[in-house]
C-alpha cells in the first residue's frame, strides 16, 4: 500500500513539475531592429517605418529647401498631436515621439518642445526670477519660435472574406505655417499593408 501511495505521489509530483515547465515562457532576444508580428495589429515596427519614411519626406522636400534658401537658416519645427482614426486603440504619442527623434538627430531642422513642455519650462522660468541667481537666471520671452506644427493622423481600412483579412494602414503628416496658418507641405505613407490568415476550426 505504502509502494502504491509513493508511487502516486511521485506522479503527481511529475505531473506539477511537467506543467510548471510547460508554461514557462521561453524568450529569445532579437536585435530591436527586427520586424516581428505576434499579431495583426499595429506595432513598434510599423511606428518606426512610417516615421522614418514621413520626416524623411519632408525634411528632403524642396519646400524646405527653399525655406532655407530664403531664410537663411534651417526651419523649427514642433511636433502637435497625430490623431487615431483608426479601428485600433493605438498610442498615437509614440509617432509623436519618434518623428521628434527623427527631426532631431537628422541635423536639417531645429526642433522646440511640445505645448505641454513648453508650459513647464515657463514655469520654472518664472519661479527662477523671484529664487535663481541674477547670473544663471533664465531669461523671459527668449524662446526660439517655431515656423511649423507638424501634425497627422492614422486611418485603417480592413477587407474581410471568409476567415481572411487585409489591413492597411493609411498615415498621414502636414506642416502648416503657424503664422500664416497656410499648408506648407503634406505627404502620406501607404507602406504598411499585412494580410492575416486564419485557419478554419474543423467540427
Known sequence: MKKI????????????????????????????????????????NDVDIVCKDLIGKFLDSPRIAQFQVQKKRLPVIRVGTFKNASSEPIDTTIISKRMQVQIVNSGKAKFVADSSLSEALRSEAAD???????????????????DFLLTGAVTTIIQTQGSDQIRFYDVTAEATDITTHEIFWTDENK???????????KF
Open 5 to 44: 501511495v509513493k508511487a502516486a505521489a511521485l506522479v503527481i509530483a511529475g505531473g506539477m513539475l511537467f506543467v510548471s515547465c510547460a508554461s514557462t515562457p521561453k524568450t529569445n532576444r532579437v536585435a530591436a531592429d527586427t520586424i516581428t508580428d505576434l499579431t495583426e495589429f499595429w506595432n513598434d
Open 128 to 146: 527662477q526670477q523671484s529664487w535663481a541667481k541674477e547670473k544663471t537666471t533664465a531669461a523671459i520671452a527668449a524662446e526660439t519660435g517655431a
Open 191 to 201: 507602406s504598411i499593408k499585412k494580410i492575416v490568415s486564419r485557419k478554419k476550426i
